[in-house]
């Protein structure tokens, strides 16, 4: 059996305007990390984060601990 692994990012990403006193709006975009998370769940252990869950479903068989509570 070979390790899994997973990785994930997550990303806001967002229309904003802002406005100083009385002047006028300033429009922009922002894109930023807000988090990010990795790891190599065993499929006796369910993980606590969502894309861990999502890699134990897509990887570990069915009848798992992880799979299950995934």
Do not use: N
């Amino acid at each position: 059996m070979r390790p899994r692994a997973w990785a994930a990012i997550d990303l806001v990403d967002a229309d904003f305007t802002h406005t100083c006193g009385g002047g006028e709006p300033t429009k922009g975009h922002a894109r930023t990390r807000e988090g990010a998370g990795a790891g190599f769940p065993s499929c006796s252990m369910p993980s606590d984060q969502t894309a861990g869950r999502i890699a134990a479903q897509r990887t570990c068989p069915a009848g798992s601990k992880a799979a299950e509570d995934a």
